[in-house]
């Protein structure tokens, strides 16, 4: 079993950036891919990126490509979300996420994942 705990959330101003984090813990594990959703109050949660333990697979959607950037640090077991040019509409609580399966594509639902962190908050003022 995983357990991620996520951190680098806040408040920002439009146009901002911020970096998230995702730390997993607990041997063993075998993790095939990690994720990050987002869920806004009211709405439903939805895929924001994910990128394979191993290689070089790195999945956007669609809605956030060419601001987000995630990457991985293998050594300290932990995943990144790197947010430039933050909007309003970006705000929400974020989740990480890790599932087994190693994922060679985007188009991933929360129920592709198995394990899931308490989620941080990202509040974009305007």
């Known amino acids: 079993q995983v357990q991620l705990v996520e951190s680098g959330g806040g408040l920002v101003q439009a146009g901002g950036s911020l970096r998230l984090s995702c730390a997993a813990s607990g041997r063993p594990f075998n993790i095939g891919t990690m994720g990050w959703f987002r869920q806004a109050p009211g709405k439903e949660r939805e895929f924001v990126a994910a990128i394979r333990w191993s290689g070089r697979g790195a999945y956007y959607a669609d809605s956030v490509k060419g601001r987000f950037t995630i990457s991985r640090d293998n050594a300290k077991n932990t995943v990144y979300l790197q947010i430039y040019s933050l909007k309003p509409v970006d705000t929400a609580v974020y989740y990480c996420?890790?599932?087994?399966?190693?994922?060679?594509?985007?188009?991933?639902?929360?129920?592709?994942?198995?394990?899931w962190g308490q989620g941080t908050q990202v509040t974009v003022s305007s």
């Open positions: 996420a890790a599932a087994r399966t190693t994922y060679y594509s985007g188009n991933l639902l929360p129920n592709n994942f198995g394990s």
